[in-house]
C-alpha cells in the first residue's frame, strides 16, 4: 500500500524568497514520485518526476526535488518565488514500472506575497 | 494534438438525474483513468482501465459505471446523482511511462 502526506494546505512566502513545499510518502516498494502543479480552473501538469537514478530531479519552471529515502521524502524547492508560481501542487506516488495507479497527497495552495 | 480532452465542462444537474461524462485522448495511450477532486481531499481515483476492453475499481466506485469504447474513450456515468457527487472530475492517460495526462475537468453540481 501506499500514500503521501503533504504538510502544509496552504503555504505562503514572498516574491523572490526560497519555496519548499515537504511530501512525504508511505511505500512497500521502490517508488516512483511525481509533483503536479494546477492552476485555477486547469487541469494537472506533471512538474517533475523522480523514477530511478540521480536523487535531485529537476523540472520545469525552476522547480527541482529530491528523494531522500532514508527520510521517505520528496520535497518540492524553487529558490526565487515568482508570482505565476502561484498554484496548488499535489505530490503523487506509485510502484515502479507498470503500476496502474497514482496515489495523491492532499495538495498544498502556495500563495506568493509581492 | 489535443491532448485529453473532456466534456462537458460544466454541468449542474438534480438529485437522481443521469448523465455521462466524456474523455478521449489522441496520443494513442494504453491507459485511462477517471479521478474525482473535492477540496483538502486531493485526488482520488474512481475507476481505471488498463487497456482497451479492461476495467478496474479505484479508491472510491460506488455509485459510478465506466465504459472504455475504445482505445480513445472512456466515460464516466452517474446513474442516479447524489449532492456527494458535487465534485470536479477529471481525466487522465498514460502510456507505458510513468506519468499521466490530465484532461482539463469537468465541474459537477448536483443538487
Known amino acids: 500500500a501506499q500514500s503521501v502526506t503533504q504538510l502544509g494546505s496552504h503555504v505562503s512566502v514572498s516574491e523572490g524568497a526560497l519555496v519548499l513545499l515537504r511530501c512525504n510518502y508511505s511505500s512497500s516498494v521502490p517508488p516512483y514520485l511525481f509533483w503536479y502543479v494546477q492552476y485555477p480552473n486547469q487541469g494537472l501538469q506533471l512538474l517533475l518526476k523522480?523514477?530511478?537514478?540521480?536523487?535531485l530531479v529537476k523540472g520545469i519552471n525552476g522547480f527541482e526535488a529530491e528523494f531522500k529515502k532514508s527520510e521517505t521524502s520528496f520535497h518540492l524547492t524553487k529558490p526565487s518565488a515568482h508570482m505565476s508560481d502561484a498554484a496548488e501542487y499535489f505530490c503523487a506516488v506509485s510502484g515502479p514500472w507498470g503500476a496502474q495507479k497514482l496515489v495523491f497527497g492532499q495538495g498544498t495552495r502556495l500563495t506568493i506575497n509581492p | 494534438n489535443a491532448g485529453v480532452t473532456q466534456t462537458p465542462k460544466f454541468q449542474v444537474l438534480k438529485t437522481g438525474q443521469s448523465m455521462t461524462l466524456q474523455c478521449a485522448q489522441d496520443?494513442?495511450?494504453?491507459?485511462m483513468y477517471w479521478y474525482r477532486q473535492d477540496p483538502g481531499m486531493g485526488l482520488r481515483l474512481i475507476y481505471y482501465s488498463a487497456s482497451e476492453g479492461t476495467t478496474d475499481k479505484g479508491e472510491v466506485p460506488n455509485g459510478y459505471n465506466v465504459s472504455r469504447l475504445n482505445k480513445r474513450e472512456f466515460s464516466l456515468r452517474l446513474e442516479s446523482a447524489a449532492p456527494s457527487q458535487t465534485s470536479v472530475y477529471f481525466c487522465a492517460s498514460r502510456l507505458d511511462s510513468y506519468e499521466q495526462y490530465f484532461g482539463p475537468g469537468t465541474r459537477l453540481t448536483v443538487t
Open positions: 523522480y523514477t530511478t537514478g540521480a536523487t
Open positions: 496520443m494513442n495511450h494504453n491507459s
